[in-house]
Nanobody, 127 residues
Framework: QVQLVESGGGLMQPGGSLRLSCAVS????????MAWFRQAPGQEREFVAA????????YYADSVKGRFTVSKNNGKNTLDLQMNSLKNEDTAVYYC????????????????????WGQGTQVTVSS
């Protein structure tokens, strides 16, 4: 049984930093395509960042490029998201997602690529 559990969300002022972590059981993060998505109130779920299974390539939404960094901790079997220079518009529920196989790079931005999802963690950026 695959389980993904996010942690690390909270309230932060604009310009601050937060680090999210997704603890994974039932599959190996090292070889699985994984991603972070987010959903703000009244909006659709949107892609944030992805980590390809084998090869280690990372992909980012333009809105977070240069501010967010996605990484895998193979020893702890976690997917992490370091968020710096936070903005009000980063406020959302952040979801961790995991898939199987080796999807082509362009598919990593789509929620339908991923089979397993966490319950989400709230990130609020406000002064």
């Amino acid at each position: 049984q695959v389980q993904l559990v996010e942690s690390g969300g909270g309230l932060m002022q604009p310009g601050g930093s937060l680090r999210l972590s997704c603890a994974v059981s039932g599959l190996t993060v090292r070889t699985s395509p994984m991603a972070w998505f987010r959903q703000a109130p009244g909006q659709e779920r949107e892609f944030v960042a992805a980590f390809r299974g084998v090869g280690g390539m990372t992909y980012y939404a333009d809105s977070v490029k240069g501010r967010f960094t996605v990484s895998k901790n193979n020893g702890k079997n976690t997917l992490d998201l370091q968020m710096n220079s936070l903005k009000n518009e980063d406020t959302a529920v952040y979801y961790c997602a995991a898939g199987t196989g080796s999807p082509i790079s362009s598919y990593l931005r789509y929620a339908s690529t991923y089979t397993y999802w966490g319950q989400g963690t709230q990130v609020t950026v406000s002064s």
